[in-house]
């Protein structure tokens, strides 16, 4: 059963612009870890302009497991530290979907 996983946060105003860059500099880091390419989606009408949401799909639980296992890779404390700016507070969650096929 193939998932997305879905990493959603709001943005400080003015910042997204600064959020991509940054984005582009951690994407290899998250292809090693092993993460699809991320969908990203922003909030336009009906979901908050500051709304940000990572869009990873996966062939199963597992997978995003065995991914979501590598995630205390010492990089990431760096990678925490740069995103800190970007997130407004209590903001951030994970939400995992299952694809309906058919």
């Given at each position: ?64 497991e ?31 979907l ?5």
């Open positions: 059963m193939a998932i997305v996983a879905r990493f959603c946060f709001d943005v400080p105003f003015g910042k997204k612009a600064d959020l991509m860059k940054l984005m582009k500099k951690w994407e290899p880091l998250s292809q090693e870890l092993g993460f699809s390419k991320a969908q990203v989606l922003v909030g336009s009408i009906g979901a908050p302009e500051s709304r940000v949401e990572f869009n990873h799909t996966f062939a199963s639980l597992a997978a995003l065995a991914v979501w296992a590598k995630l205390n890779d010492p990089r990431m404390v760096e990678y925490q530290k740069d995103m800190a700016p970007f997130v407004v507070p209590g903001s951030h969650r994970w939400e995992v299952r694809i309906q096929e058919g």
